[in-house]
């Protein structure tokens, strides 16, 4: 099957360009979060403007105007912008692989990276329109530019046919199913690691939104991939069956993932547990966090098995 080059340089560039943004992005909302004024103290300063002085010297109030934005608010409104242009980048590099090489755009390590991380970038542009934790975003996009440099250097692949193994339609639905499954879960994971940072007690993390924000984020999120999560280790067992003559055979890829897969249900139900909730669980989730990055990685490139043709070739 001939690859179109054009269209798979084309592809490459937007993948670059989103990992700028993304880096630009990041630095704004690392801005916002270091110098944004309490809402408490800028909704006192709305107030007091507001108000007016009497004959006699005395201070009226007048009626709450809507305090003017802030610096550090503008810059975060601006990493918004600069994410969401990102994202669209990386959806078409994404696009313009799968017209290149006329299958489904996540063969290999390269691929299934970015549909990961463009799931985890998407994820939070809409949590974030729900909690307000705007500032947090680069906490959420210094690990995906990361994760994106490292998949653009020591896993890029070439635009190629896929191997034989993966020339099934098990390619688009186990493998979408689970890598957008997996970068949904990159998000709680951040989320639960600040939780551990805001409740410890040290003032350096006060700027970091209200503990029980970040627990519910966490929590609803989970919730949310956990069966999606659930749903591309079936449709993986089935897939190896019609494959290889079997559901499971304990491939350092499939182990690390059911691990993970015990660990997130383990937090839902500690969650859900009086005795377990706030700091237990959060460990929990950071360790499912943990997991999910090494399995992306460490898995794929250290250790030889059945998912080694997912690897950097």
Not at 97 to 119: K, Q, V
Not at 245 to 273: C, I, M, N, Q
Request: proline share 4%; with cysteine.
């Amino acid at each position: 099957m001939p690859v179109n080059t054009t269209l798979a340089t084309y592809s490459d560039w937007t993948y670059g360009a989103a990992v700028a943004i993304y880096f630009f992005a990041a630095v704004l909302y690392l801005c916002e979060a270091a110098f944004a004024r309490p809402a408490k103290t800028r909704e006192l300063a709305g107030a007091v403007a507001a108000g007016g002085t009497r004959a006699d010297g005395t201070w009226t109030p007048g009626r709450v105007t809507k305090p003017e934005r802030s610096r550090a608010e503008r810059l975060g409104r601006m990493g918004v912008a600069l994410t969401v242009l990102g994202a669209l980048l990386q959806a078409a590099s994404l696009v313009l692989r799968g017209f290149a090489t006329e299958r489904a755009p996540w063969g290999n390590m390269y691929e299934y990276g970015s549909l990961l991380t463009l799931a985890a970038v998407v994820t939070w542009l809409v949590l974030s329109r729900t909690f307000d934790v705007r500032k947090l975003g680069g906490f959420v996009l210094v690990p995906i530019v990361i994760l994106m440099f490292l998949g653009g250097t020591v896993l890029y692949a070439d635009a190629a046919p896929v191997q034989p193994a993966l020339q099934s339609y098990w390619l688009v639905v186990h493998v979408s199913v689970i890598s957008v499954s997996s970068g949904v879960l990159l998000v709680p994971g951040v989320a639960s690691v600040l939780y551990l940072l805001k409740t410890s007690g040290r003032a350096r993390f006060t700027r970091l939104p209200d503990a029980d924000v970040l627990d519910r984020l966490a929590y609803r999120s989970t919730v949310f991939a956990f069966p999606l999560f659930t749903i591309g280790i079936i449709c993986g067992a089935i897939w190896a069956e019609a494959a290889w003559g079997r559901f499971w055979g304990w491939d350092p890829k499939e182990t690390v993932a059911f691990v993970s897969w015990v660990v997130f249900a383990a937090y839902l139900h500690a969650r859900a547990t009086a005795g377990w909730r706030g700091r237990p669980a959060a460990w929990i989730n950071s360790l499912g966090f943990a997991l999910t990055v090494f399995n992306l990685f460490f898995i794929n490139l250290v250790t030889t098995g059945m998912h080694s043709y997912a690897g950097v070739g």
